[in-house]
């Protein structure tokens, strides 16, 4: 697969995204983005000798994280991106014990805020920094590391408390999953230097509900907009540049054939814009910017999206990102 197709998948994948939830009228977030670790890392550097002896594989960092008490005979492994982890034991044909671990950047207290904040703790103690869930199932933010962990247990009265203790202890520097370090001429891409609170409030975009980084040189910034009514993805993907090349027109032919209606404008190297959504290959960075607009109830008002997008095309600048 090429960058140009990868590229045309996320945009598309964004598009997708917005139509579920203006079916479905839910909040859930369905885009996807990663990200190179952070400058200057939450966690501190492995030794020699710890590095010698961290896992190497998804399977093993599964069985140093979760007390062997909590573990089946049968261990399913799943990684979203690079950063995460998931294990999800098993007996007797029965899931057991599930433990999911996101650790790429952003994944920190301020994310937490964002989507645990509110949250209740029946737990009756705090795992980490925050804990918020149930007796089955837990989410806590590590104290030695910028992951967000969850934990579950199955079966007859499961409580997770010691569960979360014992994966919140082994989590550190050497056994989370790693990040990709930040390549030299890679942007340093965030939601907050791209899409400002002038920005947001000039378009009537309201606080950041979600970053999300889930591959290298990408990352998808949610907002909300019109009174919790509306909700506004922005997607940047610097792997590819579709600077009026055949992919921003075999894009433009894929958004017609979904009555779209897209029309070319002058942002950046190149755009198209429809009702509800736009994409623009940006002129400084050389970085493709995608926006989905959903509003989830009639008579509610979205930005334009012709105008939201020449303003976060003109904040994509090299100073922006680190270059």
């Known amino acids: 697969m090429t960058r140009a197709t990868i590229g045309l998948t996320i945009a598309m994948m964004v598009m997708a995204g917005c139509e579920k939830k203006a079916e479905d009228g839910k909040g859930t977030d369905t885009t996807t983005q990663a990200r190179p670790a952070p400058a200057t890392p939450a966690a501190p550097t492995p030794t020699p000798a710890a590095a010698a002896a961290a896992p190497t594989d998804d399977k093993s960092r599964c069985a140093q994280l979760m007390p062997e008490k909590f573990r089946g005979p049968d261990l399913q492994t799943m990684s979203l991106a690079p950063g995460t982890l998931g294990c999800n034991y098993s007996e007797s044909g029965s899931l057991k014990s599930n433990l999911s671990i996101d650790c790429r950047r952003g994944r920190g207290e301020g994310a937490w805020k964002r989507e645990f904040g509110e949250k209740a703790n029946e737990l009756g103690t705090t795992v980490g920094r925050a804990t918020s869930g149930t007796k089955q199932s837990a989410d806590f933010l590590d104290g030695q590391a910028d992951c967000i962990v969850s934990v579950a247990l199955f079966g007859d009265d499961p409580d997770v408390t010691e569960l979360a203790k014992a994966v919140e202890a082994n989590l550190t520097a050497e056994t989370a999953p790693p990040l990709p370090a930040r390549q030299a001429g890679e942007p340093d891409l965030a939601c907050d230097k791209l899409v400002g609170e002038d920005l947001q409030k000039k378009h009537g975009l309201d606080a950041l509900q979600k ?113």
């Open 211 to 323: 970053e999300e980084y889930n591959a290298a040189k990408t990352l998808t910034c949610t907002y909300g907009f019109a009174g919790g009514m509306g909700i506004a993805h922005v997607n940047y993907d610097c792997r590819v540049h579709w600077a009026g090349g055949d992919e921003m027109k075999q894009f433009s032919e894929l958004m017609a054939k979904q009555n779209k209606s897209p029309t070319p404008a002058k942002i950046g190297a190149a755009a198209i814009t429809w009702k509800d959504g736009a994409l623009v290959a940006d002129g400084d960075v050389k970085c493709n910017v995608t926006l989905g607009l959903i509003t989830l109830a009639k008579g509610g008002k979205s930005p334009d999206p012709a105008v939201l997008a020449a303003d976060l095309e003109k904040s994509l600048t090299p100073a922006a990102v680190g270059l």
